[in-house]
């Protein structure tokens, strides 16, 4: 869930703090997906991994309550242990071994892990976007 800089890029002019998609969003579609992976594939998918830039404690107390997972970067030190780059190469493994996909749209980084999860293990994907008019393709 990219949402770091994007927290300062509205379209229409809102504030801030409401530029982000809420998390809300993307419970409902995990819970799509989840569905669909249960249908096509027969896998009852118990554990949802989250992956985001926010910072914000709030955000992840969120998380926690859905009762989703991260990565926990700061907790594990490995900035501090193994350098810039090792945090999102981290990331993009564990994606990549993923049989759903649910990310940001206008990230980079979501459409990447979400084409290698729908071309290396035949799992359904979604871009959220983060303008609210903009309606789900």
């Known amino acids: 869930m990219r949402r770091g800089d994007f927290s300062h890029q509205c379209y229409d002019g809102r504030p ?49 309550a859905i009762g989703w997972v991260r990565l926990d970067h700061a907790k ?28 940001t749209e206008d990230s980079t980084f979501s459409l990447v892990s979400m084409r290698r999860i729908q071309d290396w293990n035949n799992g359904p994907g979604e871009l959220i976007s983060r303008d609210p008019y903009r309606p789900k393709t």
């Not at 249960?38 to 926690?64: A, T």
């Not at 594990?76 to 990310?103: N, R």
């Open 76 to 103: 594990e030190l490995t900035l501090e242990k193994y350098g810039e780059w090792i945090p999102p190469i981290v990331d993009q493994i564990a994606q990549s071994l993923a049989v759903g996909f649910v990310g």
């Open 16 to 64: 801030e703090d409401q530029c982000l998609i809420p998390l809300s969003k993307f419970h409902k579609e995990v819970d799509r997906i989840r569905d669909e992976i249960r249908q096509k594939q027969n896998l009852d998918v118990k554990r949802v991994i989250v992956m985001s830039d926010d910072n914000d404690p709030g955000f992840w107390k969120e998380v926690e």
